[in-house]
């Protein structure tokens, strides 16, 4: 969080500055806000434990850090539009995953299960910004 949320930060701020289109930032931001709505109740509701270092403790699926990353990087290659950021995110995400797992903070299914939800995010994110830039675009078509 202490890098994927400033990456973020820092994508919206040149994405509103470069094109003046404040819908974009917004929906990014309320994609960002649903992450912890939803992973929060997920992990309280399944109570998973973790790995054998946090074994007593529960409440590790899915992973809310691997989701939080996904989401603001998904995020970033979303509103860049560039054509190689789809696969840096993957790659990206991939080392995240594997870094919690690797240092026990995580099952792999627990990384896996914060794909699916930022999968769900990312493409409900996308849908509204791309329905919000045809209306834009018809819409100054006709004028």
């Known amino acids: ?3 994927a949320l400033p990456v973020l930060a820092v994508t919206l701020a040149y994405v509103v500055w ?6 974009p930032a917004l929906v990014a931001v309320l ?3 649903l992450v912890p709505a939803l992973v929060a109740p997920l992990q309280s509701l399944l109570a998973r434990p973790g790995p054998p270092p946090m074994a007593p403790d529960t409440g ?3 992973s809310g ?3 939080t990353a996904a ?5 970033c290659a979303l509103l860049l539009h560039h054509r190689l950021l789809p696969h840096g995110c993957a ?6 995953g594997l870094g919690l797992v690797h240092q026990g903070y995580h099952w792999p299914a627990d990384v896996v299960g914060s794909w699916c939800v930022a999968v769900l995010l990312l493409c409900a994110a996308a849908y509204a910004i791309s329905r919000s830039s045809r209306r834009t675009s018809s ?3 006709r004028s």
């Not at 470069?18 to 819908?23: H, L, N």
């Not at 989401?71 to 995020?75: E, F, N, R, T």
């Not at 790659?91 to 995240?96: C, F, G, K, S």
């Open 18 to 23: 470069r094109t003046r289109a404040w819908f």
């Open 31 to 33: 994609a960002m806000a």
């Open 71 to 75: 989401v603001a990087y998904g995020l």
């Open 91 to 96: 790659l990206l995400n991939a080392a995240v």
């Open 139 to 141: 819409g100054t078509a």
């Open 65 to 67: 850090h691997a989701a």
């Open 1 to 3: 969080m202490s890098v």
């Open 60 to 62: 590790f699926y899915p």
